[in-house]
């Protein structure tokens, strides 16, 4: 089979991210190209976001926007694996017994009315085998990862695609692709953390499988309205600012982490409620946490949250799954986090 290309398209909050990787299945892509457009209006005004915690989706600003990026990345391909936010998907856990794949497909799909918020003909249900487990009397039982996502989004996003001449193969969710790139072919029981410019994704992942998800609406926005306020200086000024300095600054700097950490005390909050929960409901406790998203780029918060959790704590690196051209060497640790989504997006088509 010959080389292909393919565009891993992430709408965020407030950005839209496009990776494009090339090779061959089953090796190692390259990087090809990578594009971001990013809006700070939000920060000034909340309802200002591209998607918002609703199922409503602005599809003529995602189509505008779409667009311009295209035009400046100017992609070899027109195929798409987007990604679809949690905020718009219903997923949940379940642990049925051990039985045939259609015995499987019938138990979810009766499984499945007891929990999906909306009738079963309105949206479109898939579902992945996580683990396989033995229970306290012997009996072999399977845990399975439940996605249910309305078929109207579906519809708006293949549209928006189909009008800005991409062809849309997969929507996936976000925590699906960051389990792929950043933990397929390992088995540490992994947090993935993703903190945007609106909200906050956490994940459980394993074995390049899903196993959890959560959001919160707590972002580096926050963060940065933090600064803004503080010093009375723009949205714009505060989120140059929080990347020049971090959490790490001492004298006059020092100011800009104590304006900041107690947001990020809020989100770390909100992670360790999540743990705690999926620690005490389903097996296996957390082993290390890795940090995606823009908010990964934050000077001195690997060590922070390290401190914190006391565990492991690393920022997302998709340079173990994807080979980088030599001309961008120097970007890699800047672009790797904030990009996460779009390169498991596109590394789907490639394993």
Do not use: H
């Not at 070899?76 to 794949?101: H, K, N, R, W």
């Not at 929960?277 to 389903?282: A, D, L, T």
């Not at 890795?290 to 704590?313: C, D, H, R, W």
């Amino acid at each position: 089979m010959g080389r292909k290309s393919c565009l891993g398209v992430d709408i965020g909050t407030t950005s839209i991210k496009i990776v494009e990787l090339e090779g061959k299945k089953g090796e190692k892509p390259m990087l090809k190209n990578y594009g971001a457009l990013e809006g700070y209006g939000y920060l000034d005004r909340v309802n200002n976001a591209i998607q918002t915690s609703g199922l409503k989706m602005f599809d003529s600003d995602v189509k505008e926007l779409l667009k311009i990026l295209l035009k400046k990345v100017n992609p070899g391909t027109t195929e798409v694996v987007a990604s679809i936010p949690p905020f718009s998907v219903f997923t949940t856990l379940l642990d049925i017994p051990m039985m045939s794949p259609q015995e499987t497909a019938q138990a979810i799909n009766y499984q499945a009315r007891a929990f999906v918020p909306l009738p079963l003909t309105e949206v479109t249900i898939d579902w992945i085998p996580v683990s396989e487990y033995a229970d306290e009397r012997g009996i072999k039982k399977q845990q399975i990862f439940l996605i249910s996502v309305p078929n109207e989004q579906i519809v708006k996003y293949k549209q928006i695609f189909s009008d800005v001449g991409l062809n849309l193969r997969t929507l996936e969710i976000e925590g699906l692709s960051l389990a792929r790139l950043l933990t397929s072919g390992d088995p540490t029981l992994t947090m993935v953390v993703d903190i945007g410019g609106r909200s906050t994704s956490i994940s459980v992942c394993a074995g390049g499988f899903l196993r959890y998800s959560a959001q919160i609406d707590f972002s580096g926005g926050s963060m940065t309205q933090a600064i803004a306020s503080g010093l009375n200086i723009s949205v714009q000024r505060a989120e140059e600012l929080k990347k020049q300095r971090g959490l790490v600054g001492t004298g006059g700097e020092f100011e800009l982490s104590t304006l900041m950490s107690p947001f990020l005390d809020v989100i770390l909050s909100e992670v360790r409620r999540v743990k705690n929960n999926y620690e005490r409901n389903y097996k296996g406790n957390i082993e290390r946490i890795m940090l995606a998203g823009g908010g990964a780029n934050l000077k001195g918060i690997e060590s922070y949250v390290q401190k914190e959790f006391g565990l492991p704590t690393l920022k997302a690196d998709p340079s173990q799954k994807v080979v980088y051209p030599p001309n961008i060497s120097p970007l890699v640790s800047e672009i790797g986090a904030p990009f996460s989504v779009s390169f498991g997006l596109a590394l789907r088509e490639f394993i």
